[in-house]
């Protein structure tokens, strides 16, 4: 198509999405085995891709993620390099994002159903513990620390599967000291924004906030600007999601707040995954109950 890159192997189709690093595009595999499958391409975008240390960093993502097979964490089928730099293959999700869904939601002033809430945040949190207790091919601990735990990297497809992506910022256990913090402000932890080093405890915290949104379509730290935000976070102003919607359980309220502590903060993700275990309804909690809530959000649009 016009403005398309050229990937060997791919037939490209439409563009999906474009951030400051990075496009993502829809494509079609055209040869071997996997002959005719539709993936997601991401490239680097050609002002980025002369940049060695962006390259190399797109290298590790393509590294980390291969190393990851889990049903919630989208896959990562090829890497290589084409005319323009860098691209990764990876699994096509066909459906929408929680930002997405959650902007849907706002719009039409309705929440989320509290067990649908409480599902994806246990998935998702499954899904971190499997990328936090990673090994490489011989055995040795990864350690992987996503680092961007938000809605727009959490995807539904229309079969009400959910998928966890975008490890572009994840780093190993114990790194971080000194460095900037990537991902989005609402859900940074306190030693990101500190700039001390992460551990799975930082996927916790921005699991909770996530959690949060989930419950009450709204941000767990609140303020007019990225300044006032941080200072929230940093003091460890917490409030419970049931200030904002009454019905919320009082567990699901002590595992947020418990998930978002400064200092008392959920010792893993395996820990959050377990809190929730039996507290949701287990016939809304399913891929089916969900998809039919996005395709009531979405109707025709899918």
């Given at each position: 198509m016009s403005g398309a890159r050229r990937v060997p192997g791919y037939e490209i189709e439409s563009l999906l999405g474009r951030g400051g690093m990075a496009e993502v595009w829809k494509a079609r595999s055209t040869g071997g085995p996997k002959a005719g499958r539709?993936?997601?391409?991401?490239?680097?975008?050609?002002?980025?891709?002369?940049?060695?240390?962006?390259?190399?960093?797109?290298?590790?993502?393509?590294?980390?993620?291969?190393?990851?097979?889990?049903?919630?964490?989208?896959?990562?089928?090829?890497?290589?390099?084409?005319?323009?730099?860098?691209?990764?293959?990876?699994?096509?999700?066909?459906?929408?994002?929680?930002?997405?869904?959650?902007?849907?939601?706002?719009?039409?002033?309705?929440?989320?159903?509290?067990?649908?809430?409480?599902?994806?945040?246990?998935?998702l949190a499954e899904a971190l513990h499997h990328a936090h207790r990673s090994r490489d091919f011989r055995g040795q601990p990864l350690g992987i620390v996503h680092c961007d735990v938000s809605p727009q990297n959490v995807f539904i497809s229309r079969l009400g599967e959910v998928k966890l992506g975008d490890f572009g910022v994840a780093r190993a256990a114990g790194e971080g000291k000194g460095q900037a913090a990537y991902g989005k402000i609402r859900y940074l932890s306190p030693e990101q924004l500190r700039g001390e080093p992460v551990g799975p405890q930082t996927d916790v915290f921005a699991l909770g906030a996530l959690f949060f949104e989930l419950l009450t379509n709204e941000p767990a730290f609140m303020g007019p600007d990225a300044r006032e935000v941080a200072r929230k976070i940093l003091s460890g102003e917490r409030r419970a999601p049931s200030s904002l919607r009454p019905e919320i359980p009082f567990e699901m309220d002590e595992l947020v707040l418990r998930a978002l502590g400064p200092a008392d903060r959920l010792g893993s993700a395996a820990e959050f995954a377990s809190l929730l275990e039996g507290r949701y309804n287990p016939h809304i909690g399913t891929e089916l109950a969900i998809a039919a809530v996005v395709r009531g959000l979405f109707g025709a649009e899918g």
């Open positions: 539709v993936v997601a391409l991401k490239l680097l975008l050609p002002e980025v891709a002369s940049d060695p240390e962006q390259v190399r960093a797109f290298g590790r993502e393509a590294m980390v993620t291969s190393r990851l097979r889990h049903p919630h964490i989208v896959e990562i089928y090829d890497a290589g390099m084409c005319d323009s730099g860098p691209f990764i293959a990876m699994e096509f999700v066909d459906g929408r994002n929680l930002r997405q869904i959650l902007s849907r939601c706002a719009s039409r002033s309705i929440l989320l159903p509290i067990d649908f809430a409480a599902y994806l945040a246990q998935v």
